[in-house]
């Protein structure tokens, strides 16, 4: 496809349990982004690839979520042992990066709405 | 927290009207840009402004930057109906730090 696609688009999750979330990157970008966003809330940065290297995961709230890029397209946002404070919008983007010089605009997959019950 | 703020939170307008939106942050400005985002969609990019320049324009967009301030300004101007949605900034050469966003409802 054109654009950053997100799967599923909507999960409801039982506290306690794992889940998977996809992200399709546009094709060529080599930037990847994954925000959480909280309903009325503005996106908040949780982790960032450089084609396979994960080079920041400041945002990461606990070490029950964890991010890869094993080929250095799609990535997959795991969360282990759910809890409700979990529940958000999470969103993936990616860019075409050329370097620090340029600083280019990121496009955003439609999200993944998680709820965790 | 570095999230930027903005405002104001909601603006409720007529068409026809513009509408100003204005976020600043506690850290300095590297790159700033405006997002849009139609309920329970993902965000759109609309216009990036470098930290070196002041102003910008593209079609009914205007946006303002002030480094010094660290702060910047959305302005629509004749909005339409279909501009109804909430407005972020967001700030960073690499990861982005996004506003709070500001809704706006243009009203027929």
């Known amino acids: 496809g054109a654009g950053v696609s997100q799967s599923p688009r909507y999960k409801v999750a039982k506290r306690g349990q794992d889940v998977a979330l996809r992200c399709d990157p546009i094709?060529?970008?080599?930037?990847l982004f994954w925000y959480q966003q909280a309903l009325g809330q503005g996106p908040e940065f949780l982790t960032y690839f450089q084609n396979e290297a994960q080079l920041d995961k400041s945002g990461l709230p606990s070490d029950r979520f964890f991010a890869e890029r094993p080929e250095g397209s799609v990535s997959t946002l795991k969360i282990q042992r759910t809890q409700q404070e979990d529940s958000a919008v999470y969103l993936c983007?990616?860019?075409?990066?050329?370097?620090?010089?340029?600083?280019?605009?990121?496009?955003f997959g439609q999200g993944t709405r998680l709820t965790v019950v | 927290s570095q999230q930027g703020e903005e405002d104001p939170q909601a603006l409720s307008i007529q068409e026809g009207e513009n509408a100003t939106m204005n976020c600043s942050y506690k850290t300095s400005i590297n790159n700033l840009q405006w997002y849009r985002q139609n309920s329970g969609r993902g965000l759109v990019h609309l216009i990036l402004?470098?930290?070196?320049?002041r102003e910008k324009h593209s079609g009914r967009l205007r946006v303002t930057l002030d480094t010094s301030k660290k702060s910047s300004s959305l302005l629509i101007t004749a909005s339409r109906a279909a501009d109804t949605a909430s407005y972020f900034c967001a700030n960073g050469a690499q990861k982005l730090v996004f506003g709070q966003g500001t809704r706006l409802t243009i009203n027929p």
């Open positions: 983007a990616s860019s075409l990066r050329l370097g620090q010089i340029l600083n280019t605009e990121a496009f």
């Open positions: 094709s060529g970008h080599v930037s």
């Open positions: 402004i470098r930290s070196n320049e």
